[in-house]
C-alpha cells in the first residue's frame, strides 16, 4: 500500500514538474525578446506562423523607448513572441496608402522625428525601405507624406530656402515648404497660411493643400481656404468657395476630380477645368453644427472609409460613396456615435482586409478591427494593450 501511495505520489510530482516546464518556457517564449538592427532587415520570414499579427509599438524618444517594439500575436489578441528592433530614424509612424499604388504605404514620422527622409513599405514583401531626400540645399525635415496623385509630394517642417521656419513677429507666422520629389520642385507657403496637416492633393498639374488661417484684427478667422500651387511658375492662389470662417480639408483626387470637405459639412468638387459643384454628402445623418474627421482611408476611386466626429465626444466609422452624388454612410451601426474613436491605418488588396484600430479612454475598448475591404464585414476583432502608442500592424502569411 505505501508502494501504491509513494508511486502515485512520484507520478503526481513527475507530472506537475512537467506542467511548470511547460508554463515556464511559454512564459518565457512571451517575455524574450528578439533583437533586430534595422527596421529594414525586419521582414515576414522573422515569423513563420501564418494568420498572426505583428503589432509595432515605434521607438519614442520623448519617453525614452529608443527601440521599436514589434509584438506578435494570435487573432484574439494572445502575445506569443516579441521583437525589440533598434534604428535611429525609424519612431513614430504616420503610414499613408494611394489607390493608385495600393501595394505600397508610404511613412512619414512625428514626435521628433523628421529628417530628409521618409520610408516605404511593401505590403506583399513585408519590407520596409528607406528614401532618401537629397536634392533640396537646405535641412527642413519632412512633416508628413499624406499625398494622392501620380508623384510623391510631402510637406516640410522649415522652408527650402533658408532650412528655418523663418517665424515673423508682425504676421505672427511661419514658413514651410511643399515639395514633389519627382519633379524635385518646391515652393515656400505664405505667412497666415500655414498648411494643414491634411492631405495634399496632386491634380490637374497642381498641388492643392488646406490653410490654417489666422485670426485677424476683428476677431475673425480669415486667410482659411484651399491653396492652389502651381510649381513650375512658382505661384500660389486661394480658393474659399465663398465661406466665411472654417478650415476646408482636401480629401481626394483622382485624375478627373478633387473632393474638399468643409467645416460647414458641404463638400466642393473641382473637375479638370477647376470648376466646382457643392454637394451635402451628411444628409442622411443628423445635423451637426460642423463637421471634421479624426482619420480616413480611400479604398479606390470610389470609396473613402472616414471617420466622423460628432458632437458630445462621440464618434462615428462611415464611409463616403463618391461615383455620382457623395454621400456617407454609415454602414455599420455598431461603429456609429460611439464613445471609440477609429483610425484606418491600410488595406491588403491581396488579402482582401482593412486593418483599423479602434481607440477609447477606457482601456477596455481597445481593438484591432479587421474589415472586409469590399463588404466592410468584420472578420475579426481583438482586443491590444497601449492602443495610443501602436502605429502599425502586419499580417503574418
Not at 511547460?22 to 525578446?33: A, D, G, H, I, M
Amino acid at each position: 500500500m505505501n508502494k501504491k501511495i509513494w508511486l502515485s505520489i512520484a507520478v503526481f510530482s513527475a507530472f506537475f514538474l512537467f506542467l511548470l516546464i511547460v508554463l515556464l518556457t511559454q512564459w518565457q517564449s512571451k517575455n524574450k525578446y528578439i533583437f533586430i538592427n534595422g527596421i529594414e532587415h525586419f521582414s515576414r520570414e522573422t515569423s513563420d506562423k501564418e494568420g498572426h499579427y505583428l503589432l509595432f509599438y515605434p521607438a519614442d524618444y520623448r519617453f525614452s523607448q529608443k527601440f521599436t517594439l514589434v509584438k506578435e500575436v494570435t487573432n484574439s489578441g494572445e502575445v506569443v513572441k516579441q521583437y525589440k528592433v533598434f534604428d535611429d530614424d525609424f519612431g513614430r509612424m504616420i503610414p499613408h496608402q494611394k489607390p493608385n499604388d495600393t501595394n505600397q504605404l508610404y511613412i512619414s514620422f512625428f514626435g521628433g522625428m523628421g529628417g530628409e527622409y521618409y520610408f516605404t513599405y511593401d505590403i506583399q514583401k513585408n519590407r520596409f525601405k528607406k528614401e532618401n531626400i537629397d536634392y533640396l540645399e537646405n535641412k527642413v525635415g519632412i512633416d508628413h507624406i499624406m499625398h494622392y496623385g501620380d508623384d510623391v509630394v510631402f510637406q516640410t517642417l522649415a522652408s527650402h530656402k533658408t532650412g528655418d521656419q523663418r517665424y515673423n513677429e508682425k504676421f505672427d507666422g511661419f514658413k514651410v515648404s511643399i515639395s514633389n520629389a519627382a519633379t524635385q520642385q518646391s515652393i515656400e507657403t505664405d505667412y497666415r497660411r500655414s498648411p494643414l496637416s491634411s492631405p495634399i492633393l496632386h491634380f490637374r498639374g497642381k498641388i492643392l493643400y488646406g490653410t490654417a488661417g489666422a485670426i485677424g484684427n476683428d476677431d475673425e478667422y480669415e486667410y482659411h481656404g484651399i491653396a492652389i500651387t502651381d510649381l513650375n511658375k512658382g505661384s500660389i492662389t486661394y480658393e474659399t468657395f465663398g465661406t466665411d470662417n472654417m478650415d476646408l480639408t482636401p480629401l481626394f483626387s483622382t485624375d478627373d476630380y478633387a473632393y474638399i470637405l468643409g467645416e460647414n459639412g458641404k463638400m466642393y468638387v473641382y473637375n479638370k477645368d477647376f470648376q466646382f459643384k457643392i454637394f451635402k454628402p451628411f444628409k442622411n445623418i443628423p445635423k451637426q453644427d460642423y463637421y471634421s474627421g479624426n482619420g480616413q482611408l480611400v479604398l479606390d476611386e470610389h470609396r473613402i472609409l472616414y471617420c466622423l466626429n460628432v458632437e458630445e465626444d462621440k464618434y462615428s466609422l462611415g464611409i463616403f460613396h463618391i461615383k455620382d452624388e457623395p454621400v456617407f454612410e454609415l454602414f455599420n451601426e455598431t461603429f456609429a456615435n460611439t464613445d471609440s474613436w477609429y483610425e484606418p491605418l491600410y488595406q491588403n488588396t491581396e488579402e482582401k482586409e482593412v486593418y483599423v484600430k479602434e481607440m477609447s479612454n477606457d482601456n477596455g475598448k481597445n481593438h484591432i478591427i479587421v474589415l472586409d475591404s469590399e463588404s466592410l464585414d468584420v472578420k475579426e476583432k481583438f482586443p491590444v494593450r497601449d492602443n495610443h502608442l501602436l502605429d502599425f500592424i502586419v499580417k503574418v502569411k
